[in-house]
Structure formats: structure tokens, C-alpha cells
């Protein structure tokens, strides 16, 4: 199951659970129906604000997440990038999911001084609490990624920061270099199918690559 399908990682991880024979079928599940289709995708439009019971699933992926610009205020943002992401998680285990890799942010700390980093923090805080057999928290840096063919506003400077990153790429530790959409997607499915039993968290600089084909 992945949740979040329409953002940039959530993207890239359907697109990878579809064209990954482990997986029988995909389930998923946002506000809004995908445009694609294939034979394998089951779609499931929810109100994330009382989510209701979801399909059985082994492992489930979510990548919600949004910008306090973009809900309109704290409450709002809290309400995605914390309520939701715990909604679903409840909800999915509930439904027999024993596996559960989350897409959070670099930074996230429930002691960090910073709103956003805070809430992140908070929520990996809450999901680790709730006892999956495999969790599995992706903190991606600065996401590259075409957010326009999503329909998603360009965040403010950051067209010119990754390009600045990635100028300077050689002289930036890879935790804060950008990071391929893809990169986190693939990392993030390949540990949750991986891992034994425990948490993990996947740092950005151990994502960048992930999607490259690797030499024999």
C-alpha cells in the first residue's frame, strides 16, 4: 500500500511497488484518484480526517507531507504531516500491515526549536511507538524533482538552491546534498522489503545512488 501517490516520492515508490513482482497487487490510497492505471493498482480515495478501515496490506509506504505555506497555518500543517500520517498507520495495522516505511525529513527532532523539523520529529516519535514489526523512517534533504508535472506550486527559491547544491555538490556533505525523488523511493522500498525486525532510519546521504544501476 502507499500513501501519498500524487507527491514526488509517492510517485516514485507506486511506480516501483508496480514494477516490483514481490508485490501481487498495490493499493493506493489519497484524496484523489491517480490518472494512471495497471493491472495491479487498486485506488482508494479517503478523507484523511476520519480515515476509514483500508484494504489488507503486508507493507505500507506513506508519503504525505505538505508545506505550512501551502495548508495555511500550523494547525494545518500539523494536521497532514502528523494526524494523517498516524491515522494511516493506525488504520493500516489495524488491517494486518507488518511493515512500515515513512517518508520524513532531514533535521526532524521532536526537541527541534524549528515548527517543521518539530512535527516531523513528533511523528516519527508517535510510529515508533505503535509496534510494527519493520519501520523504516526516510530523512530525504532538499527533494529534486519535477513539481510542476504534479500540479504542485514551485517552493520558493528552490529552484536556485538546487542548483547551488548541486554546483557545489563536491564540497557539501552528502547528508545535505539534493536528493533524486527516486533515489529516496527506491532506498525506502529496498529496506522495508529488506530489514529484519526493528526500526531503521535511512539518512539522506545513504539514499543518493539508490535508483542507479549498480555494477555487477
Request: with cysteine; aromatic share 4%; net charge positive.
Amino acid at each position: 500500500m502507499v500513501v501519498g501517490a500524487t507527491g514526488l516520492v509517492g510517485r516514485e515508490i507506486l511506480a516501483a511497488l508496480l514494477a516490483d513482482s514481490t508485490y501481487a497487487s498495490v493499493h493506493s490510497v489519497g484524496r484523489r484518484k491517480l490518472a494512471q492505471s495497471h493491472r495491479k493498482l487498486v485506488q482508494h480515495v479517503v478523507d484523511f480526517v476520519a480515515v476509514p478501515r483500508l484494504p489488507k496490506a503486508d507493507d505500507v509506504f506513506i508519503a504525505l507531507g505538505t508545506t505550512i505555506k501551502v495548508a495555511g497555518s500550523q494547525v494545518a500543517f500539523r494536521a497532514v504531516d502528523f494526524e494523517a500520517v498516524r491515522s494511516v498507520a493506525l488504520a493500516a495495522q489495524a488491517s494486518g500491515a507488518t511493515k512500515l516505511g515513512v517518508v520524513s525529513a532531514m533535521g526532524a527532532s521532536p526537541k527541534s526549536s524549528v515548527f517543521y523539523n518539530r512535527v516531523k520529529g513528533e511523528m516519527e516519535e508517535a510510529l515508533a511507538k505503535l509496534g510494527f514489526k519493520v519501520l523504516v523512517i526516510a530523512r530525504p534533504s532538499m527533494l529534486a524533482g519535477q513539481r510542476q508535472e504534479l500540479g504542485q506550486p514551485t517552493r520558493p527559491g528552490e529552484h536556485v538552491a538546487l542548483g547551488l547544491t548541486r554546483l557545489l555538490a563536491p564540497l557539501i556533505p552528502a547528508n545535505y546534498r539534493s536528493i533524486d525523488a527516486k533515489d529516496v523511493a527506491i532506498a525506502l522500498v529496498q529496506a522495508v522489503i529488506s530489514s529484519p525486525s526493528g526500526a531503521y532510519c535511512l539518512m539522506s546521504g545513504e539514499m543518493q545512488g539508490a535508483s542507479k544501476p549498480h555494477p555487477a
